[in-house]
């Protein structure tokens, strides 16, 4: 089972990104999928997550530092779970981890989270 993160660089103040979250070995169709991020000398924190509903529809959960500003979305098809964001700030700088959960439901520890990818690094200049 692998999580592959990408989509991370360089990007000016005010700019945007696309993060992506491919998955491989194994369908996470039924599992939640989070991002998170962790900046130099802090600990990793939630950014946003996505899980499907007991009636199949998607629902998805943000951190307040980044609502209005982010948003994730996922390609069933794709087995793919992205992280678009806008209007980025020095703040959002950090490597931002994918995760997935073998159990049901969006939580926002990283302990309840069982497989995560290498990360990928997002830089913001002022």
């Known amino acids: 089972v692998q999580l592959q993160a990408s989509g991370g660089g360089l990007v000016q103040a005010g700019g945007s990104l696309r993060l992506s979250c491919a998955a491989s070995?194994?369908?996470?169709?039924?599992?939640?999928i989070g991002w998170f991020r962790q900046a130099p000398g802090k600990e990793r924190e939630f950014v946003a997550a996505?899980?499907?509903?007991?009636?199949?529809?998607?629902?998805?959960e943000l951190a307040d530092s980044v609502k209005g500003r982010f948003a994730i979305s996922k390609d069933s098809a794709k087995n793919t779970v992205y992280l678009q964001m806008d209007s980025l700030k020095p703040e959002d700088t950090a490597i931002y981890y994918c995760?997935?959960?073998?159990?049901?439901?969006?939580?926002?520890?990283?302990?309840?989270?069982?497989?995560w990818g290498q990360g990928t690094l997002v830089t913001v200049s002022s």
């Open positions: 070995g194994r369908t996470f169709s039924n599992s939640p």
């Open positions: 995760a997935a959960r073998l159990s049901s439901g969006i939580r926002r520890d990283a302990s309840d989270y069982d497989y």
């Open positions: 996505i899980s499907r509903s007991f009636d199949s529809t998607y629902y998805a």
